[in-house]
């Protein structure tokens, strides 16, 4: 059994509390009440549900608590990990960083890419990060294989055509003869590697250094910290969510 929360007195729709039990996102609680795999009080579960104090939720038959503990990592992901929570993937980053609760990747990082992401249990930031419209800022370092021209770099600015659709403008600054920097509040499938193909250029390292106010700062391959409660604080404001 549970451990009673402070839910209001109307309940806590279904697939929240399931994401706020640190189990998996919104999203995915969704489709695992879409499969008849949560039960409400032995029963399953629909999505219009609401969860009062007192109530019992299990997905797959394990009880959950509505209140996990929130946990939030900044990793600084080496090339060759993936990131996902899927035990058949070998080098799945949730493996990888063998943290003692579940936790799982917020957004992506190509596998043959490096540098920061985050990791939560907290279900509600993963649905709010991922949305596109949110315009959260990513910045990345990059080196291709060729000198980089200023004609590269406006291009890059303005907009490339990719995956049946254009780029949005960003920031692009040139750091060395075939190294710039890059600001994207896009999430295209490898959206920076792609942009460079277009231009007849090809990627040979590509390193995220922020997202949105977290920075890798000191961290080296492989290694993790828990962010701040400023980080935090910063962070939840800056997504409209509430510490």
């Not at 993936?82 to 035990?87: H, K, L, N, R, W």
Request: one cysteine or more; aromatic letters at 6%; proline letters at 4%.
């Amino acid at each position: 059994m549970f451990e009673e929360t402070d839910m209001e007195n109307q309940g806590k729709r279904l697939n929240k509390f399931i994401a706020d039990s640190g189990y998996c996102s919104r999203r995915e609680a969704d489709r695992l009440i879409g499969e008849g795999r949560v039960k409400v009080d032995g029963k399953i579960g629909v999505l219009g549900d609401k969860i009062l104090s007192g109530m019992i939720v299990t997905v797959d038959d394990q009880p959950l608590s509505g209140r996990g503990d929130k946990v939030y990592i900044l990793l600084n992901k080496p090339r060759g990990v993936v990131c996902t929570a899927d035990p058949r993937e070998p080098m799945n980053v949730v493996d990888y960083l063998n943290y003692p609760i579940r936790i799982f990747p917020v957004g992506r990082l190509d596998k043959d890419s490096e540098g920061l992401l985050l990791l939560t249990s907290d279900g509600e930031i993963v649905n709010r990060l991922l949305r596109a419209a949110g315009g959260h800022e990513k910045e990345y370092e990059v080196e291709v294989d060729r000198a980089i021209t200023p004609e590269f770099v406006q291009k890059m600015m303005a907009g490339v055509p990719i995956l049946d659709t254009v780029t949005l403008p960003c920031r692009v600054r040139r750091t060395g003869e075939r190294s710039f920097n890059i600001v994207l509040i896009q999430g295209l499938n490898r959206q920076i590697r792609r942009m460079c193909e277009y231009l007849g250029y090809n990627v040979k390292s590509l390193r995220r250094i922020r997202i949105m106010n977290l920075r890798i700062g000191k961290l080296r391959p492989g290694q993790w910290r828990e962010l701040t409660e400023e980080e935090l604080s910063t962070l939840l404001a800056g997504i409209g969510a509430e510490g």
